[in-house]
């Protein structure tokens, strides 16, 4: 298994901000991801956070609202920029070992835009 | 229709019940099961996992997996007020197959 950490935990920002959200895990994973949690709701996939070139992102989120970096196989951070009410969420990283596909998750950050 | 179908709940049930937890799902390239428990303000902890078809159980949770009717069942038996919490099935191919969730079923165990 693999434990992941995320910092800060929780945020209050101001519209028109940015915010980076760093994600730590504590041996190596072959993939790294963000997720999007609104309340109440399922979890939507940002990115995939690819080492050392762009990150490969989903349908509806692009590169310069949320730049995400890579540099190494742990390490891996996340930008919510020029921040709106409606960007308001949990923000999940997640790791995957390659071997069996297990997939975990770091305890997120609470993102609150004023 | 959505690749995996998860019933929100939410589910109330009193302590020592056995719980079912179902998901159905259209892929069948689907070949990684997971169940993740999420507390409330927490992120989700891997619960259960299971390669293709048949059951697997560790202490009061057994996972099933039936690919010929694409269904993944979780049970819990002799529910905690504890065990309240969102459930979230997900599944992958694996590879390149990115993980797929679903919408999480809210239970609740009263004392």
């Known amino acids: 298994s693999a434990v992941i950490s995320q910092k800060p935990s929780r945020d209050i920002c101001q519209r028109g901000t940015s915010l980076t959200i760093q994600c730590q895990v504590d041996s190596q994973v072959t993939m790294m991801f963000w997720y999007r949690q609104q309340p109440g709701q399922s979890l939507t996939l940002i990115a995939t956070a690819n080492q050392g070139s762009e990150a490969t992102y989903e349908s509806g989120f692009v590169i310069d609202k949320f730049p995400i970096s890579r540099p190494n196989l742990t390490f891996s951070t996340l930008t919510v920029s020029n921040m709106s009410p409606e960007d308001s969420s949990i923000y999940l990283c997640s790791g995957m070992t390659g071997l069996d596909n297990e997939q975990f998750f770091g305890p997120g950050t609470r993102l609150t835009v004023l | 229709q959505k690749e995996v179908e998860q019933d929100p709940g939410p589910l109330s049930v009193p302590e020592g019940a056995i719980v079912s937890l179902n998901c159905t799902y259209s892929?069948?390239?689907?070949?990684?099961f997971m169940w993740y428990r999420q507390y409330s303000r927490k992120g989700p902890e891997l619960l259960m996992y299971?390669?293709?078809?048949g059951n697997k159980e560790d202490g009061r949770f057994t996972a099933q997996v039936d690919k010929s009717s694409k269904y993944i069942s979780l049970f819990i038996r002799d529910s905690q007020p504890s065990d309240s919490a969102t459930y979230l099935c997900?599944?992958?191919?694996?590879?390149?197959?990115?993980?797929?969730f679903g919408a999480g079923t809210r239970l609740f165990v009263k004392a």
């Open positions: 997900a599944m992958t191919g694996g590879g390149g197959f990115k993980t797929i």
């Open positions: 299971t390669y293709s078809s």
């Open positions: 892929n069948s390239a689907f070949q990684y």
